[in-house]
């Protein structure tokens, strides 16, 4: 096995990696080092998960990926990277059009011509958008989606479908639910929540704490994937080997619970600024994981209170990772 991870310099990716390459399997990373957000912090993301190698190439650079698959001979690819955030979406949509569709289907056709065995990608629980379900499974309708963040990532399970059963591809599909931990990315609310904790300053508060969230420990969701490497998905009714799995708690925390959990951890508190719900953005996400479980026999095992106490404890150890 010769696994590829993509995104590998993200948030998922480092500790991907890091779980591969301690379980001994041979994984090459790569990363376009966006400044999306830091490519310092990445970068020291990376040293301290020891993660090599990683190296820089754009997923839309068509030649680049193939003379990669080319040298590489890869077996597995595990694609994580893309253009990430529903609020930046709102503002920036062409940048989404070039990672998240062009740079997907580059990746699509490249692994279906050099006949790898499993492909799985990223896709989001964003695209269950507004729904009004209590508990979002993988047979939900997902035809609203909210942003569109959450547009291209339904348009990637769409996609590997159809190369699925146009060209007998073994292809899953992840909806990751907030995922949080060490190492997070500085744009998502655990980090931005501890940042302004520990810096004294308010934390600003969407649709006025009226949201609820199925945070999900970044070691969960790792194990989660590690799992399904060798689980390749047999033939749907129609013949296409393709499968979508929730990768989440399976339990939804209120937003305000959260904040208040981090407070304790951190030994801090902060007055709130209650700000109106932002465009693109849900009330409430909540994971069915039975799917995942049924095939793989994982649940999440890592409690909310538990893991908060160790991303707190990871902001006291790398305060100049939580600075302004």
């Known amino acids: 096995m010769k696994v590829l991870v993509t995104g590998a310099a993200g948030f998922i990716g480092g500790w991907l990696m890091q779980r591969l390459q301690q379980k001994g399997i041979d994984a090459v990373g790569i ?12 970068r020291a993301r990376l040293e301290a ?22 040298r590489e001979h890869f077996t597995h690819v595990i694609h994580l990277a893309a253009q990430a955030g529903v609020r930046y979406s709102v503002e920036h949509p062409y940048v ?3 990672a998240n569709l062009s740079g997907f289907l580059n990746v699509l056709d490249t692994c279906r011509r050099h006949g790898i065995e499993h492909l799985i990608y990223a ?3 964003s695209v269950y958008g ?32 159809s190369y699925a059963d146009l060209h007998g591809m073994a292809a899953t599909g992840l909806r990751f639910f907030t995922v949080y931990g060490p190492w997070g990315r500085p744009d998502m609310a655990p980090m931005l929540f501890a ?21 999900t420990w970044i070691g969960d969701v790792v194990e989660g994937i590690t799992r399904l490497i060798d689980c390749r998905p047999g033939p749907d009714s129609h013949g ?20 208040e959990l981090l407070e304790q951890s951190l030994g801090h508190q902060s007055e709130r600024h209650w700000r109106p719900m932002q465009p693109g953005d849900v ?18 095992q890592v409690s909310l209170s538990e893991g908060i106490a160790h991303f707190a404890a990871w902001c006291h150890a790398y305060p100049q990772w939580i600075g302004d």
């Open 31 to 42: 990363d376009n080092f966006s400044d999306y957000y830091s490519v310092t912090y990445k």
């Open 123 to 125: 896709s989001s629980s």
């Open 195 to 215: 940042r302004s904790l520990m810096n004294g300053r308010p934390i600003e508060v969407f649709n006025h704490g009226r949201m609820a969230r199925d945070f």
């Open 240 to 259: 296409a080997c393709h499968a979508i799995y929730n990768i989440g708690r399976g339990a939804p925390t209120e937003l305000m619970r959260f904040i």
């Open 283 to 300: 009330e409430r996400t909540w994971a069915d994981t039975s799917r995942l479980e049924a095939v793989t026999g994982f649940s999440p």
């Open 49 to 70: 998960l020891g993660v090599t190698p990683c190296h820089t190439l754009l997923i839309e650079d068509q030649p680049g990926l193939e003379a990669l698959f080319a």
């Open 96 to 98: 989404y059009g070039d």
């Open 130 to 161: 507004r729904s009004e379900a209590s508990v979002f499974r993988e047979d939900d309708r997902v035809d609203t989606p909210a942003s569109l963040y959450a547009a291209t990532k339904r348009a990637n399970e769409l996609m590997a479908r």
